[in-house]
């Protein structure tokens, strides 16, 4: 029964996922640069790397509903992204225009959160340490 959900939730993730097409990628790889992109990987791991990191910050799916075999280690993309956020990579591509206007706005609420929960986070940390002492 569980392997049915899992699958059922991998099925719908890939319906509503995000797919750049190549127009669309071409211009995201234009406005970036190629420093932006460059990894170990190839292109195509950069792409799917960018087509999963969009359906969730867009709010279509959850990284742990996202196919592996589509869009590879959602840990590993997850990763990534907070890189790609701390490095101001997300909010050049929103101010380059590479991206629709109605994600923009998504990608910068879903931005938005994560510095809050980064700050919680940091916070708790801190409170947990100086009650040590």
């Known amino acids: 029964m569980e ?17 750049l097409d190549d127009g669309e990628w071409e211009a995201f790889k234009r406005a970036l640069g190629e420093p932006a992109l460059v990894r170990a990987g190839s292109e195509r791991d950069d792409r799917r790397f960018v087509d999963a990191a969009l359906s969730v910050m867009t709010g279509h799916c959850y990284w742990t509903d996202l196919p592996t075999q589509d869009y590879g280690n959602w840990v590993s993309n997850y990763r990534r992204n907070r890189r ?12 380059s225009g590479a991206l629709p206007q109605a994600w923009a706005q998504r990608i910068a609420q879903y931005a938005q959160r994560q510095d809050q929960e980064r700050a919680r986070r940091s916070s708790r940390k801190r409170e947990r340490l100086l009650g040590q002492e």
Do not use: K, P
């Not at 790609?84 to 101010?95: D, N, T």
């Open 84 to 95: 790609w956020m701390a490095r101001g990579v997300w909010l050049r591509a929103l101010r």
């Open 3 to 19: 392997h049915d959900h899992a699958a059922m939730a991998a099925a719908n993730a890939r319906r509503r996922a995000i797919a």
